[in-house]
């Protein structure tokens, strides 16, 4: 019986630590997408996080990129179900007023949980 509740563990550990990280994952394909949307394959990304879940939550953060001959910093949404991605200032090619792009990083991302 001791070997068969051994064997268990090491099943679940071995199980653990090959799982894919869902939250790693999509942190990855949020910086892929934003920097298809600023046209800037060098953007640079900070304080980056997932809120929510890995079926409705988002991934916000800040993008600094190259726009023209100026460099621009802005906050960004990407929701895990395919919404956006939202950049703030125009900056990308998906449109969202202002209002809207406040109103979602309030609700979407700080009301969420996320900490800059």
């Known amino acids: 019986m001791r070997n068969h509740a051994r ?8 199980a653990a630590c090959t799982a894919k990280d ?5 942190i990855a394909n949020a910086e892929d ?3 298809a949307q600023v046209n800037d394959p060098k953007a ?3 304080h980056l996080q997932i ?3 890995s079926s409705t939550g988002q991934t916000c953060g800040f993008v600094t990129a190259k726009v023209g001959s100026l460099t621009k910093g802005a906050r960004f949404i ?3 179900d395919g919404a956006g991605p939202f950049v703030e200032g125009g900056m ?3 449109f969202m007023s202002k209002d809207d792009f ?4 309030l609700n979407d991302c700080l009301h969420e949980g996320y900490k800059a």
């Open 33 to 35: 997408t934003v920097r």
């Open 92 to 94: 990308g090619h998906t």
């Open 102 to 105: 406040d109103w979602a990083w």
């Open 7 to 14: 064997l268990l563990l090491l099943c679940g550990l071995l």
């Open 22 to 26: 869902w939250r790693a994952e999509a």
């Open 51 to 53: 809120t929510g879940d």
């Open 78 to 80: 990407i929701y895990i």
């Open 44 to 46: 640079a990304f900070s």
